[in-house]
């Protein structure tokens, strides 16, 4: 819920990357149930959804 509200102002790529982040720490913990996973999750949860983000970006772009 916080990560909605900071990425109001952000890029596509950052709002992405965070809430990449946040659903893959969230299924890192559910699958994994320790630190560990959860912090992989994240970190693996947020490039995805970064370079989904900068995939949007560039497709918007082009569309001008």
């Known amino acids: 819920v916080a990560s909605l509200s900071i990425t ?3 890029t596509k790529t950052q709002t992405g990357a965070a809430v990449g982040a946040g659903a893959g720490a ?3 913990q559910a699958i ?3 630190t560990g ?3 992989a ?3 693996i ?3 995805a959804g970064g370079a989904i983000g900068h995939n ?3 497709k ?3 569309g001008r």
């Open 32 to 34: 994994g149930g320790n």
């Open 41 to 43: 999750g994240a970190a």
């Open 56 to 58: 949007e970006e560039k």
């Open 26 to 28: 969230l299924l890192g």
């Open 45 to 47: 949860g947020g490039l």
């Open 8 to 10: 109001s102002c952000a």
């Open 37 to 39: 996973a959860t912090l």
């Open 60 to 62: 918007d772009q082009q």
